[in-house]
């Protein structure tokens, strides 16, 4: 009969060097989201187990037990959600959150899931307060805005709320954690369509993993910088899922697409009410410096919904062509900005 797992047990497992069976990892989340844990070995478990790295099955029997606690999110036909786990300390603009604005503009139907900031100045949440969008929204109204606009934003403290649990140790540690890979593998709608930039290149093939057993389809990607965003900054790494295999290829947008290279410097953000002016701006047609790569991971989103490509069978290269195209044309037309202010004029309602 097998021993009842213990902190202590799970613990002693890490420390060992050793990874978490899906059943050790789903059950400390289990614990930790019931409210039954003590704050010390959780940071324990956590900082030890991302010094040691993670494991697909480590990963879905935590995201396993996280889902179980969330809050449904009812939003018809197939969605997409584009976002990035955060902690590559470059602290960026929200390129992810101004994609998927953009995206949803173009005609994807987009939940995004996210959070405010837990280890930068500025997350999704925080972004779009600025930018007018309330952020208690009761969940059956999230889900209907996602059906009304196109776009809807599942605000991880209403989805997640159990998640309060983990929040003042995640701060307090300030490192990337298994729940910076959480956030996107526990989006409450459970989109088939996902468009997932990853800080750290030797997780992102996991995750892609998660994402083709699950059913899901789309793309993880890793900047060559490390960015957790699609960036012309370089080559690309690219782990696309199609009917559930990953295969990996490398893309260079600046190659590919011919876009002028960027620098990570150029990117660069700041507190919410700043990220937020820049997006405005890029809506109203600015050529603001980070334009290329906020278009850029729209594209991505795009290319993984795959309905507005004329051919899903095509390259990547030629659907990154069309999708960036239809990103372009997203915010030069106006469609970005228009959408923006109608979700928040919805939402405020």
């Known amino acids: 009969m ?20 899906a059943e050790q990892s789903q059950w ?23 010094t040691l790295g993670f494991t697909s099955e480590e990963v879905a029997g935590a995201a396993k037990a996280m889902v179980s ?25 929200n390129l992810s959150t101004m994609g998927a604005i953009i995206a949803s503009a173009a005609g994807v ?13 500025c997350g999704a949440a925080d972004c779009l307060e600025a930018l007018g969008l309330p952020l208690d929204i009761p969940a059956a109204r999230v889900g209907e805005i996602g059906d009304e606009v196109g776009i809807t934003f599942a605000f991880a403290k209403t989805f997640h709320p159990s998640m309060r649990f983990a929040g003042p140790v995640r701060s ?36 892609a993993d998660v994402y083709a057993r699950r ?32 295969h990996e290829t490398q893309f260079d947008p600046t190659v590919e697409l011919g876009l002028k290279p960027v620098k990570v410097a150029d990117l660069r953000g700041g507190e919410p009410e700043f990220n937020a002016q820049v997006a405005r701006n890029l809506f109203a047609g600015e050529q603001v410096p980070s334009r ?25 290269t030629d659907r990154f062509k ?28």
């Not at 989201?33 to 478990?45: E, F, I, L, W, Y």
């Not at 606690?69 to 603009?93: F, K, M, N, Q, R």
């Not at 139907?109 to 100045?121: E, Y």
């Open 2 to 21: 097998t021993e009842p797992f213990t902190w202590k047990s799970i613990l002693t497992t890490l420390v060992a060097g050793n990874h978490l069976s």
């Open 28 to 50: 400390y989340m289990d614990e930790l989201m019931s409210g039954k844990a003590d704050p010390v070995p959780v940071a324990a478990v956590l900082a030890v187990q991302s």
């Open 69 to 93: 606690h969330a809050v449904p999110l009812h939003v018809s036909g197939e969605t997409t959600d584009i976002v990035g786990t955060g902690g590559d300390g470059a602290a960026t603009v």
């Open 109 to 121: 139907k987009v939940v995004k899931h996210g959070n405010r900031a837990a280890t930068s100045k």
């Open 172 to 207: 307090a540690l300030g490192v990337t954690t298994i729940f910076n890979l959480l956030g996107p593998l526990t989006n409450p709608a459970s989109p088939k369509h996902v468009a997932i930039g990853c800080a750290k290149r030797e997780l992102s093939p996991m995750m």
């Open 215 to 246: 059913g899901q389809e789309g793309m993880v990607y890793t900047s060559s910088e490390g960015l957790d965003e699609m960036a012309p900054t370089g080559p690309v790494s690219v782990w696309e899922i199609r009917n559930g295999q990953v």
């Open 292 to 316: 290329s790569t906020a278009l850029l991971n729209a594209a991505s989103a795009i290319v993984a919904d795959q309905h507005l490509l004329d051919s899903p069978d095509a390259s990547l």
């Open 322 to 349: 069309q999708a960036y195209a239809l990103a372009e044309h997203a915010v030069d037309s106006g469609a970005a900005q228009a959408l923006l202010e109608r979700w928040v004029s919805v939402a405020q309602k």
